[in-house]
């Protein structure tokens, strides 16, 4: 009797042969993948199983870099902050961090 929740071993082995040209299309649309490895991108094509792909914003990609320096120039302005000012400063930027973190989480969901 066989245990049908066994992981399935493969021992078939297909081999191709692709121009360069043909091996770069089919290497850029892995990298336009979210699939880890050549193997697992070829074996869902050939299969017909769905591919997932990343969609590049890159406007998307400017605002969480903008985002990004922000916050370091928050932090290191904290850092050279003195004890006198920091009392009414303190508040205001974790105000503005919150803000910014808000607006990450909105830019990478």
Request: hydrophobic share 35%.
């Amino acid at each position: 009797m066989t245990d049908s929740s066994a992981t399935t071993t493969t021992t078939r082995f297909l081999s191709i042969r692709l121009s360069p040209e043909e091996y770069a299309e089919v290497y850029q649309h892995l990298q336009q993948s979210t699939c880890r490895s050549l193997t697992e991108y070829v074996k869902k094509v050939l299969t017909n199983k769905p591919v997932t792909f990343k969609v590049r914003d890159q406007s998307r990609e400017d605002i969480l870099h903008q985002l990004t320096l922000i916050k370091s120039r928050l932090d290191t302005l904290v850092d050279k902050t003195s004890p006198a000012d920091a009392a009414h400063l303190l508040p205001e930027v974790a105000d503005i961090k919150a803000t910014v973190r808000q607006i990450a989480e909105k830019c990478s969901s």
